[in-house]
């Protein structure tokens, strides 16, 4: 499944749009200001989990072997997991936790699930990545 332009930028017009609606809201007294900085983090944690679930159906060029065909789906099905893992735990956290604590896990999770993206593919690149992930 791939994402085409059209449908990335009408996404970050989207955002974009919803982030000036709820500033105004909070300029015009009808919100408070935790609530729109809430309401945004929660979108971008729902935007991370989306994209992480995509990352395992996304396609691309067959690999030379079998073998690094295996390796390169484990890691895509990995990586997915925990982008998607990382992207649900910084949604709900902003939804249900105070700003003090959701502020650096949310943080500490989304920079985990990037380092071990990382170490997935580097383990990849390097043929030593198990299939049974």
Same mark, same amino acid.
């Given at each position: ?11 970050? +017009?989207?955002?974009?749009? $919803?982030? +000036? ?28 989990? !989306?994209?992480?679930?995509?990352? /395992?159906?996304?396609?691309? $060029? /067959?690999?030379?072997?079998?073998? $690094? ?6 890691? @895509?099905?990995?990586?997915? @997991? ?6 649900? +735990?910084?949604?709900? @956290? ?9 502020? /650096?896990?949310?943080?500490?999770? !989304?920079?985990?699930?990037? !380092? ?15 299939? $049974?992930?």
């Amino acid at each position: 499944m791939k994402i085409g332009i059209a449908t990335s930028i009408a996404a970050a +017009l989207f955002i974009l749009v $919803a982030t +000036l609606v709820l500033r105004e809201l909070v300029h015009a007294g009808m919100l408070d200001g935790s609530v729109g900085t809430r309401t945004v983090m929660m979108a971008n944690g729902v935007i991370v989990a !989306l994209c992480g679930n995509l990352i /395992p159906k996304t396609l691309a $060029a /067959p690999r030379a072997s079998l073998a $690094a065909e295996r390796r390169m789906q484990a890691a @895509l099905r990995s990586a997915g @997991l925990a982008m998607t893992l990382a992207g649900a +735990l910084y949604a709900l @956290l902003w939804l249900a936790a105070p700003e003090a604590i959701a502020q /650096p896990v949310s943080l500490g999770a !989304l920079g985990l699930a990037f !380092l071990y993206t990382v170490y997935r593919i580097l383990r990849c690149k390097w043929g030593r990545a198990d299939v $049974a992930a």
